[in-house]
């Protein structure tokens, strides 16, 4: 009943940036927090960033500074800007529709390499 797609993954040389777009669509009746979580080979899953309906936030201490996270409540869409980039922030990106749902996307590959 709900979808969450991610776009804006690709291969970014480090010291670069990139803009990650996720669009949540269906019967989201109440604006949700909505947050990106990234995964690693061999790696778990963790929360890069996070947003209330409120725009309240909260960041990863590994990318505080170089990561924003924001939203935009009228299309329930949420961005992450990434700047800075570091080869250890190639990962699966996944778009997290959260509180008061639980609903995930499919992931956005990002690769930071020369």
């Known amino acids: 009943q709900v979808q969450v797609v991610e776009s804006g993954g690709g291969l970014v040389q480090p010291g670069g940036s990139l803009r990650l777009s996720c669009a949540a669509s269906?019967?989201?009746?109440?604006?949700?927090?909505m947050g990106w979580y990234r995964q690693a080979p061999g790696k778990q899953r963790e929360l890069v960033a996070q947003i209330t309906s409120g725009r309240l936030t909260n960041y990863a201490d590994s990318v505080k500074g170089r990561f924003t996270i924001s939203r935009d409540n009228a299309k329930n869409t949420v961005y992450l800007q990434m700047s800075s980039l570091k080869p250890e922030d190639t990962a699966v990106y996944y778009c997290?529709?959260?509180?008061?749902?639980?609903?995930w996307g499919q992931g956005t590959q990002v690769t930071v390499s020369s």
């Open positions: 997290r529709l959260g509180t008061p749902y639980d609903y």
């Open positions: 269906g019967s989201i009746f109440i604006r949700p927090t």
